[in-house]
């Protein structure tokens, strides 16, 4: 947390978290301010300071009520003056979708507005514009605030009420599961403004991929970073703390985690790639084969030579019955890279709603098979992240190289080459499964 942040009265805190509810939920105002960054940092340090969880709701639900009742007001009274300011005259775009939105889903989009990131601002003040009656709009307005202040404060609160105290084993997952949700919820809140239409990406170097680019950045500059990290320190005594908390789990849990750890082999990665290659080949798409197994290579190559590199000793006592090193994790490399590359062939060209499911789907094998090398205790946690970071950044330059050399995009029939690499893991765990048990040493009667 950034120093100015902990420097706060802790006095002070709900009356900035209504403050900032409003604004996020303010006309026009929402749109440029980090509100839901800003919330996530105060709310993580109430959580800290104990501030009552009551007190914590009721501040982050009235602003946001205000801020919508407001906006609403504005729409009624002010719209056709706030058309002629920046930055509605720049953007009619906005109101247009608001518009559209509203007479799609009624007095629901009040309701379905707060969760939509370029949205929230707008809703509120479409409504006001097209004379929804206000009793109405009130209505919606309080069950919204009612659903938004638990779901988008509690996850930051939690995460910083449990940042002090790791002395149970289950705060590990505690904190996880927090910290996956507050992920989510900044993802949400940052995805509209990396559309390339937005202002900042005018100026943008390249024409192309800019998503891809920026993650890939991103990606890139926390791999270097643990690196470096990794070169220097070896492993400290908290990670250590941490790979010990993340193992104490139930026996079942572990049983699910080998099965899934299997889906990262290095036999299964080549077979599930060999499928996709064949299957992209037998379509005519010559140029995407030559990418797609140049990356998987990479990958391997790669993790390969970092492990050599770095000579970093496995986690005991699985470190004695495997040969490899530790640094970086050559699972969450090859799955990151290959379940990236997956999503980016079936979701380029697409319209938004498809690729957000061919991305969230692909996220699943692509965390769980670092999660489940940790678990199992064959990796330390920083190994398990450089070997994510890794495949992702191999995946968006994949992405990248993709839309450089122009390669046209998939048709629909191809979807259900995306069916071969999860048939071809279920088969490798019927025929392995009980293999792998007994080389994590865990006992299949659980």
């Known amino acids: 947390m950034s120093d100015w942040l902990t420097t706060i009265n802790p006095d002070w805190l709900l009356p900035l978290i209504g403050l900032i509810a409003l604004l996020e939920s303010l006309a026009i105002v929402g749109l440029l301010l980090p509100g839901v960054a800003l919330l996530a940092g105060l709310c993580w340090l109430a ?37 002629q300011r920046a930055p509605l005259r720049h953007h009619p775009d906005w109101l247009d979708k608001g518009e559209r939105f509203f007479r799609h889903y009624g007095g629901s989009s009040v309701l379905l507005g707060r969760f939509i990131g370029p949205l929230r601002p707008i809703i509120p003040l479409v409504a006001g514009s097209l004379q929804m009656p206000s009793q109405r709009f009130l209505a919606f307005n309080l069950l919204s605030a009612l659903l938004w202040a638990p779901a988008y404060l509690l996850p930051a609160y939690w995460l910083g009420q449990e940042s002090g105290t790791l002395a149970y084993h289950w705060n590990i997952w505690t904190q996880l599961a927090a910290a996956a949700m507050l992920l989510l919820v ?73 099965a899934i750890t299997l889906a990262g082999d290095l036999q299964l990665l080549l077979a599930m790639s060999g499928v996709v290659c064949l299957g992209l080949l037998l379509g005519g798409h010559r140029l995407l084969v030559l990418l797609f197994a140049a990356a998987i290579l990479l990958a391997a190559s790669l993790n390969i030579a970092l492990k050599y590199a770095y000579a970093l000793p496995r986690p005991e006592p699985i470190g004695l019955i495997y040969s490899s090193y530790s640094f970086p994790s050559g699972h969450a490399s090859g799955a990151a890279a290959f379940w990236g590359m997956l999503a980016v062939i079936f979701s380029y060209g697409r319209p938004p709603r498809w690729r957000r499911i061919s991305y969230s789907l692909c996220l699943l094998p692509l965390l769980l098979i670092p999660l489940s090398r940790l678990v199992l205790g064959v990796h330390w946690p920083l190994d398990a992240l450089a070997g994510l970071l890794e495949g992702v950044c191999i995946a968006a330059l994949f992405r990248w190289l993709w839309q450089q050399q122009q390669c046209a995009a998939l048709t629909k029939k191809w979807g259900l080459l995306a069916l071969a690499p999860i048939l071809l893991w279920l088969g490798y765990l019927v025929l392995n499964f009980d293999a792998a048990l007994q080389f994590y040493q865990l006992s299949a009667a659980g």
């Not at 709701?57 to 009742?69: H, N």
């Not at 703390?241 to 104490?248: D, F, G, H, K, M």
């Open 47 to 83: 959580g800290a300071e104990g501030v009552s969880v009551p007190l914590l709701l009721l501040s982050g639900f009235i602003g946001a009520v205000l801020g919508d009742w407001i906006s609403f007001r504005l729409g009624h009274y002010a719209l056709p003056w706030l058309q």
């Open 186 to 258: 900044l993802l949400h809140a940052i995805h509209p403004r990396l559309d390339k239409a937005h202002r900042p990406w005018r100026h943008f170097p390249s024409p192309h991929s800019h998503n891809a680019q920026l993650l890939g950045f991103i990606c890139l500059a926390l791999f270097l970073a643990l690196l470096a990290f990794r070169a220097y320190y070896q492993v400290p005594q908290w990670e250590l703390q941490l790979s010990n908390r993340l193992q104490a789990v139930p026996p079942g849990v572990s049983q699910w985690m080998a």
